[in-house]
């Protein structure tokens, strides 16, 4: 028998729940939840709003055992909510009953097949989040904190050439005071929206709009930067050897704009990066590029290497874009590498290059010479001119 209850509701309170899990409230001896879905609920039990932080919950439901004890929880707990929280603080005690989420009642709203729509939070996270999405015809279909977290979304749609992008807020879906309101990201109404409002989006470019895809490999010019960043083609490459996973850890070590976490980050929504920089002008550029670029979560470490390095989370993965001939650098770096992680080294100086030959001898893995060109006029004709070429080491760490 579960000790706790984790049931989902809607706006329409207990009407909309089935009769067994009506019973289940009716039977609880502590109800918690926020002050919205406290007041749908007629009896006597005892009462606890939503505390802050969660460890705050933890204690409550902690100081109530052995009672029952429900927890009220907007929509789908485990999409988004607080279901994921409370199932690694209590393992084997919760018992999860789910309600349709805001997705699956936005979907059905608008006649969108939800398995082709993103979906993605924006309440308690930044709207930057949603830049990796945007692309033409792209529906989504994104949690908000409101009035503000919309007129945003609508800012930076039109900044980014999606102006003609259609949005339809979703107010209080399913209870009496559901309704919506639909417009262009250029074209948002003055009219405040409700802090209990959904957002669905159909990504529509204005003529010139660039494309950003989540492929590695945007173009050096969608980075503020100073010229030193690694640039494009040998960037897709350098992520390519990477292999960015869902879930995995980056450290971008030597980050100059943040590039390559950058980039390493927006493969999947739930990659996570940290870049390592001491240079002030260029920290503020990667948290710049961050925000432009959906990747506003990229934690930033500044200061000296390698003492930055010391205490931080193992990676799965590791680029070394700078300092790569230092071994005061490079060894702190695999020794925190996890097993069965890849560490990739580009280097364009002979010093640089006789540290990733050394390494290469040493560890194993591949040296790869990467030698590009680009057209420049020659006179009055055309010409191929090459950069200075990149000896990157690749090598996945021993289990």
Known sequence: MKRI????????????????????IAQAEILIGS????????????RHAWP?????LVDVINSSAPAKLVILATGDSLHFGVGNQLSLAFPGELKIIPHPSAFSLAAARLGWPLQEVECLSLHGRAPANLEPFIHPCQRIIALTAGDATI???????????????ELTVLEHMGGPLEKSLSFTAQAIPETPFSALSTLAIEC?????ARLAPRVPGLPDDAFVHDGQLTKREVRAITLSALGPTPGALLWDVGAGCGSVAIEWMRTHIRNRAIAFERDETRLQMITENASNLGTPS?????GKLPATLKDQPRPDAVFLGGAVSQEAIFHPCWQALHPGGRLVANSVTLEGDAANIARHAEFGGDLVRIDISHVEP????????????VLQWRVVKPW
């Open 35 to 46: 002050e919205r879905l406290l007041a749908l609920v007629p009896g006597t039990q005892t």
């Open 52 to 56: 802050s932080p969660f460890s705050a």
């Open 204 to 208: 529509l470019p204005a003529q010139g």
């Open 378 to 389: 020659v006179g009055r004709m055309r010409g191929m001119r090459p950069r200075m070429s």
């Open 298 to 302: 990229l934690q930033i470490i500044q």
């Open 5 to 24: 209850t984790l049931i989902g509701m809607g706006e329409d309170g207990l009407d909309g729940l089935p009769a067994t899990t009506q019973a289940l």
């Open 151 to 165: 007129r945003e979304v609508a800012t930076r749609l039109t900044t980014r050439g999606y102006g003609p992008s």
